[in-house]
């Protein structure tokens, strides 16, 4: 089993950027997609991307895409979300996420984090 945890949430003014950093643990020798979902207030969670192992396949969620960047680190077991050109409506719970690419895509990834918050406002 691999764990999350997920880090680098905060308050941020509209237009600005900030990055997230996801940090897996645990059973790091198999091979894991790793994504990013959030959830506002009242609404379901909501997938934005995810990321192969090996760093070379994405795919974003419409409501980010050109506005928000995964990446993973070297050691692999990293990712980061550079979030920029916020807004209000991006204030959400940002969770981490890893599993296979499919499971990930239905939003039933192995394993979830706790969750950072990312508020948008001036």
């Known amino acids: 089993q691999v764990q999350v945890a997920e880090s680098g949430g905060g308050l941020v003014q509209p237009g600005g950027s900030l990055r997230l950093t996801c940090v897996a643990s645990?059973?790091?020798?198999?091979?894991?997609?790793m994504a990013w979902f959030r959830q506002a207030p009242g609404k379901e969670r909501e997938f934005l991307v995810v990321?192969?192992?090996?760093?070379?396949?994405?795919r974003y969620a419409d409501s980010v895409k050109g506005r928000f960047t995964i990446s993973r680190g070297n050691a692999k077991n990293t990712v980061y979300l550079q979030m920029n050109s916020l807004k209000p409506e991006d204030t959400a719970v940002y969770y981490c996420a890893a599993g296979a690419w499919d499971s990930v895509l239905e939003s039933e990834p192995d394993s979830w984090g706790q969750g950072t918050q990312v508020t948008v406002s001036s």
């Open positions: 645990g059973r790091t020798f198999t091979t894991y997609a």
């Open positions: 990321i192969s192992w090996s760093g070379g396949s994405t």
